[in-house]
């Protein structure tokens, strides 16, 4: 049997995207947990605060001289669409079934290339467009209106996946001139003020019950970012991206064990259909790097 380190890029790539598929769905078992006895807003805001205070040894480290920006309205709104992702994406946790509410979440990256075209101005050919029908097709299957009750947590679920996108959209602004540790910072940190604002009118007493599930809840965060961000830093999202499947695996298995939940096969097909469009839109992103990277040596 080979080590870890002697596997390939992508290899290692695969196995670090299983993990992260593995955690975050552990994640929203936590947040379901913590659901029962605390307010989602309540677990958004500590949720932030612990990150905050993850992030200080990384601060320590780089000094505060990483912070200086001349970009600081745009991470004001980067973190706002966090903040707003993490409330709808905590909201749905705790009133939608796992399953159904990780299908609908699988939509933030067709919703980040749609905003892409029509905010940045990115080009979508032919086949792109036909993949993002396939993928909002495929969301319809899992939302269903018309056919099933389309309650707030389900539109919860639909505003996270759009906050997830409006906040990648920034974050691919800002990685033009701005360091990742920058971006992470202000990206956890300015939304704070605002999250203690909401959760003020939820607030309740810390016990120890509660102060444990939210450390776990911020122990697997930083984990499952950990682990996706080595994931697509050893290889293009296209190679990975269809190992993120394993998150409704996992979760499914967890909402059965757990919480008595059993998604139907609409739901199945529905999140098949959007995993597959956003990875042939990753897949064919990849290629057009690579073809835009050798164009200039082949012309020389």
Partial sequence: MPTFA????????????????????????????GSETMHPIYMVFW????????????????????????????HTLRSLC?????????YSIAHVPLAQGMAINYSAPLFATLGAALLLGETLH???????????????LVVRPGFQEVHLGILAALVGA?????????????????????????????????????????????????????????????????????????ADAGAVLPMDFLRLVFVTLLGVMLFDETPDAL????????????VYIARREARQRKAAATAPKAAE
């Fill in 6 to 33: 002697r596997l390939s890029r992508t290899a290692q790539a695969v196995v670090f995207m299983i993990c992260a598929s593995a955690t975050i769905s552990l994640l929203w078992a936590a947040l379901r947990v």
């Fill in 47 to 74: 949720r932030s605060f612990l990150g905050a205070v993850v992030l200080l040894p990384l601060l320590m480290r780089t000094g505060i001289g990483s912070l200086r920006t001349r970009r600081l309205p745009l």
């Fill in 82 to 90: 966090s903040l707003t992702a993490m409330v709808g994406i905590f």
């Fill in 126 to 140: 032919q086949r792109r467009v036909v993949a993002l029908l396939i993928g909002f097709a495929g969301m319809l």
């Fill in 162 to 234: 759009l906050g997830m996108a409006s906040a990648l959209l920034c974050v691919k602004k800002l990685s033009a001139t701005e360091s990742t540790p920058t971006i992470i910072f202000y990206g956890n940190t300015l939304c704070l003020p605002i999250g203690l604002l909401l959760a003020l009118n939820h607030w309740q007493p810390m016990t120890w019950h509660n102060f444990g599930v939210l450390a776990v809840i911020g122990v697997l965060s930083t984990t499952a970012q950990t682990f996706l961000t080595r994931a697509l830093t050893l």
């Fill in 267 to 278: 739901t199945w097909a529905g999140a098949g259909l959007i995993l597959a469009s956003t």
